[in-house]
T-cell receptor, first 115, second 113 residues
Framework: EAGVAQSPRYKIIEKRQSVAFWCNPISGHATLYWYQQILGQGPKLLIQFQNNGVVDDSQLPKDRFSAERLKGVDSTLKIQPAKLEDSAVYLC?????????????FGPGTRLTVL | AQTVTQSQPEMSVQEAETVTLSCTYDTSESNYYLFWYKQPPSRQMILVIRQEAYKQQNATENRFSVNFQKAAKSFSLKISDSQLGDTAMYFCAFTGTASKLTFGTGTRLQVTL
């Protein structure tokens, strides 16, 4: 079974530039998550999708971050404009459904450096 | 709001020995799930073990087991017969009615020869 795919793996940009990350979840998984993991911290949920609808985006900085899930499968996360404090690893995860006990399967992450 | 606390930033254990990682959490909910996730260096995060709060029996998965103390809001992970491949960051996580995972800050475990 193919895992969660993410690209790019690494990205370096200047502050105020834009950047986009892509995620392809495990086939058949209805729920998709984007997390931000700052160095030395645990992942923090940015947004959760159930199929192509948003379940929770309470911690997404909506003035600069946006996300969409196309046709309930792939997802993109965009930052525009980037700030220095956005430097982090962005993790995508998916689960079969959004039951609390469902295991979340994580992708390898995209390491973003904002200079 | 739920919080998850891991008070041990780093731990070290010798191969074949046993180590226990600590986790405490705070919640007003009565039904929830607790998890331990493992994040090896430069590799993907994977689930180690899961515990349902309404189950009194502690979860076990091969060499990994938990000590779940609901009243104390404590959820520790015991790794028996430690192996070099167990070297990783370990994150304790909680999910309640909001179906949102809240992670602790992690414990870096180093297994040595």
């Amino acid at each position: 079974e193919a895992g969660v795919a993410q690209s790019p793996r690494y990205k370096i940009i200047e502050k105020r530039q834009s950047v986009a990350f892509w995620c392809n979840p495990i086939s058949g998984h209805a729920t998709l998550y984007w997390y931000q993991q700052i160095l030395g911290q645990g992942p923090k949920l940015l947004i959760q999708f159930q199929n192509n609808g948003v379940v929770d985006d309470s911690q997404l900085p909506k003035d600069r971050f946006s996300a969409e899930r196309l046709k309930g499968v792939d997802s993109t996360l965009k930052i525009q404009p980037a700030k220095l404090e956005d430097s982090a690893v962005y993790l995508c995860a998916s689960s079969l459904d959004w039951d609390r006990g469902d295991e979340q399967f994580f992708g390898p992450g995209t390491r973003l450096t904002v200079l | 709001a739920q919080t998850v606390t891991q008070s041990q930033p780093e731990m070290s254990v010798q191969e074949a020995e046993t180590v226990t990682l600590s986790c405490t959490y705070d919640t007003s909910e009565s039904n929830y799930y607790l998890f331990w996730y493992k994040q090896p260096p430069s590799r993907q995060m994977i689930l180690v073990i899961r515990q349902e709060a309404y189950k009194q029996q502690n979860a076990t998965e091969n060499r990994f087991s938990v000590n779940f103390q609901k009243a104390a809001k404590s959820f520790s992970l015991k790794i028996s017969d430690s192996q070099l491949g167990d070297t990783a960051m370990y994150f304790c996580a909680f999910t309640g009615t909001a179906s949102k995972l809240t992670f602790g800050t992690g414990t870096r475990l180093q297994v040595t020869l």
